[in-house]
């Protein structure tokens, strides 16, 4: 699969409301679905990855902070379009522990997965130090890519929205794409 790594999303010091409400919504809802201490959204912004949204461990400063795209775990999934669970962060080689410490949380474990809109990466989806349960295989990880992908719709419907459109004007494919993702995920949250 072809990604192209871009800044689809400019990472704003001060978000739309909605945007952020949006970003806030996903990470509490991944931290809950995974029993994580905490739950991320990083965002592309040029060479960047923005973290936009942070849920549990973080969550009071990390906002707003920048680090280079082609760094850790969230860089690597940035760049392949590719998610990642890692079990065990004190073995993993992928893992930027200059970073992790430089937030005050050190993970022990760590999910992590691409908001993929069309070809484009818009940034990763992290859930840190899961419960062993939640990240126990490929269904889980499915889960979560499951997840970002709605998320990164989300985010391009409202990042991409235009005044609405009168009744009689045709359904927006994006929103279609958003009802289809929800329907997916409540299908599988219901298996």
């Known amino acids: 699969m072809t990604q192209t790594i871009a800044p689809a999303v400019s990472a704003a ?4 409301p ?3 409400e949006l970003l806030r ?9 995974f029993g994580a201490q905490a739950s991320s ?3 592309l912004d040029a060479d960047e990855l ?4 942070v849920s549990g461990q973080g969550q009071e400063f990390l ?3 920048r680090f280079p795209a082609g760094r850790g775990i969230a860089g690597w999934v940035a760049a392949s379009g590719e998610p990642m669970v890692v079990d065990d962060l004190h073995d993993s080689a992928s893992f930027d522990r200059d970073i992790a410490e430089s937030t005050g949380y050190v993970p022990n474990a760590l999910m992590a997965a691409p908001l993929v809109r069309g070809d484009r990466v818009l940034g990763v989806l992290e859930v840190l130090d899961p419960s062993p349960q939640a990240r126990s295989g ?6 979560l890519g499951l997840f970002a992908r709605q998320a990164a719709v989300a985010l391009h419907v409202l990042t991409t929205r235009a005044p609405r459109p009168a ?8 929103r279609a794409e958003l009802l289809r993702l929800l329907a997916e995920a409540r299908r599988v949250l219901g298996d």
């Not at 919504?25 to 679905?33: E, F, K, N, Q």
């Open 50 to 53: 923005v973290f936009e949204a």
């Open 13 to 16: 010091p001060r978000p739309d």
């Open 63 to 65: 906002v707003g902070r």
């Open 25 to 33: 919504s996903v990470v509490d809802t991944a931290r809950a679905i």
């Open 138 to 143: 490929l269904p889980e990880l499915d889960l």
């Open 41 to 43: 959204i990083l965002l």
């Open 167 to 174: 009744p009689e004007a045709p359904e927006d494919p994006s």
């Open 18 to 20: 909605a945007v952020a």
